[in-house]
Every structure is written in C-alpha cells, then in structure tokens.
C-alpha cells in the first residue's frame, strides 16, 4: 500500500518562492505519474503539474510559467517548486499517484493514492 | 470555471439511489475512457472510487457505479447511505495543453 506524505512550509509572503515535498513509501516511483493537485478554500480540485518516473513532466497551462516539479527517485520523493506567489496560490496542495495512459506516459488516466495534503498560505 | 460541469448539490434519503453528471466536450469525455470520480469528506483527501469510466477499485462498494454517454458521464450511488455524504468530483484526461480537467463538484446530501 504505497504511502504519500506533503511537507513544506504552511505559511509565504507574497512574491516569494515556495517548494513543497511528497515523500512516497511503501511502493516503487517507477511506472506512473507523480502529481500535485491543489484546492483552494471552498473550491473544488485544480490540476497543477505532474512528472512521469522517467522524467517526463506536464504543466497546467495556467501555472506553467510559475512552477517546476522534479523527481528525486534515489530518495522516493517528488517536489513542487512555485514561484511568485500570490494570494490567489493560498490553497490545499495534495499530491497524488497517476495511472498512465500508456507504457509511454502521455498523462495521468486516474489517481488511485493521495497524500492528506498541505494548507500552503499566501499573506503578508 | 471548472473544465466540467456537474450540479452543485444532489440529495437523496437513504435507501434510494441518486445520479451525479459530468458534462464536458468530444475532447475530453466524449474522446476517451479516461473518466475517474473522486469522493471527498470534509477536510480530507479525494479517495477514488471509479476509473475508466465504471470500473471500481478494490475496496469500493458495488453500490458504486460509472457510465458515460456522449459528452457526458455519471456517477451513479445505489442504497444511499449516511456516509456516502460527500463531495464527489470527475475528472477526466483531455487532449489539449491541460491534459487533466476537474469538474466543479457536487455535495451529496442523505437527507
């Protein structure tokens, strides 16, 4: 039963970088997606950016120009580095396992595990 | 705006069953078997309860079930129950620069 836990810092200031981290355990990184999934207060779940075992990654067009995910697999752990925050990043970020559509990747299909996810606040 | 639309709120009494759509574009749903719904309990993660349209993981209840028809997919919820009160989102894979697409939501009630 592979096992996904966030980390990261709860609070940032407007402006500044923010990197978070999804330590994985209890299976291997390779052959799926490993994605980041955010939910801002009230709202419902916006796909932010996910990265194939081979390196592989995808953006949300809306975020791409803010953000970067990587995988560190020696370490089973992926991370999300976004910067420029604003008030409109506050959000709850999970990150989650995909199922790819294919051998070759292309994109998550579904997200079979979830970490319990990170309250990330944006505020001066 | 989400990419999909499903209704806010569905409600049912116990017992009966209730549907939930999600309504999106040839690009998305309508292309592809890529359709999963996630159930969502106040303050903790989704859990997946359909992928691939009707196919349920290990563990979920067979009260739960998925179908699509055209643009538009459903998640439908036999025997309702206290604790299938939720929020249940869809999600589906898309052939465009956004590869993943969420619907809005929808907050099921077991009155």
């Known amino acids: 039963q592979v096992e996904l836990q966030e980390s990261g810092p709860g609070l940032v200031k407007p402006s500044e970088t923010v990197s978070l981290t999804c330590s994985v355990s209890g299976g291997a990184v390779s052959s799926y997606y490993w994605s980041w999934i955010r939910q801002a207060p009230g709202q419902g779940l916006e796909w932010v950016a996910d990265?194939?075992?081979?390196?592989?990654?995808n953006y949300n067009p809306s975020l791409k120009s803010r953000v970067t995910i990587s995988l560190d697999t020696s370490k089973s752990r992926f991370s999300l580095k976004l910067i420029s925050v604003t008030a409109a990043d506050t959000a709850v970020y999970f990150c989650?396992?995909?199922?790819?559509?294919?051998?070759?990747?292309?994109?998550?299909?579904?997200?079979?595990?979830w970490g319990q996810g990170i309250l990330l606040t944006v505020s001066s | 705006q989400s990419a999909l639309t499903q209704p806010a709120s569905v409600s049912g009494s116990p017992g009966q069953s209730i549907s939930i759509s999600c309504t999106g574009t040839s690009s998305d749903i309508g292309g592809y078997d890529f359709v999963s719904w996630y159930q969502q309990h106040p303050g903790k993660a989704p859990k997946l309860m359909i992928y691939e349209v009707s196919n349920r993981p290990s563990g979920i209840s067979y009260r739960f079930s998925g179908s699509k028809s055209g643009d538009t997919a459903f998640l439908t919820i036999s025997g309702l129950q206290a604790e299938d009160e939720a929020d249940y989102y869809c999600c589906s894979y898309k052939s465009s620069s956004t590869l993943v697409v969420f619907g809005g939501g929808t907050k099921v009630t077991v009155l």
């Open positions: 990265i194939f075992y081979d390196g592989i990654t």
């Open positions: 989650a396992r995909g199922a790819p559509i294919s051998i070759l990747g292309a994109a998550p299909k579904y997200f079979d595990s």
